[in-house]
């Protein structure tokens, strides 16, 4: 299974990005899958995730501002960014696991390479 993460960039407080991972092969639709994200200085933390059955998951941070979401026919998963703020950026990671939603990032099998968000002006 491989995940190609897209879509970061640098942008200004307030603003929006949306995050794509596009994962192979046919088992996507069966997978969890989570956006995880790093920040310079800080361990990985959880961000969002989504079960195969569309039960979602957001971290008290960015609740009201960030919605992950999928479409099972292209085989993505994506994380929608509203009001940005300078403190969510880190780069961003989506990962994949059978199984329900988990905020510990050991638990997941399938890892992107990561996209790099910058919220600045």
């Known amino acids: 299974v491989q995940l190609q993460a897209s879509g970061g960039g640098l942008v200004q407080p307030g603003g929006s990005l949306r995050l794509s991972c596009a994962v192979s092969?046919?088992?996507?639709?069966?997978?969890?899958m989570t956006w995880f994200r790093r920040a310079p200085g800080k361990e990985r933390e959880f961000v969002a995730g989504?079960?195969?059955?569309?039960?979602?998951n957001h971290v008290d941070s960015v609740k009201g501002r960030f919605t992950i979401s999928r479409d099972d026919a292209k085989n993505t998963v994506y994380l929608q960014m509203n009001s940005l703020k300078p403190e969510d950026t880190a780069v961003y990671y989506c990962?994949?696991?059978?199984?329900?939603?988990?905020?510990?990032?050991?638990?997941?099998?399938?890892w992107g390479q990561g996209t790099q968000v910058t919220v600045s002006s």
């Open positions: 990962a994949g696991r059978t199984g329900r939603i988990n905020v510990d990032d050991s638990k997941y099998d399938f």
């Open positions: 092969g046919r088992a996507f639709s069966t997978y969890t």
């Open positions: 989504i079960s195969w059955s569309g039960t979602v």
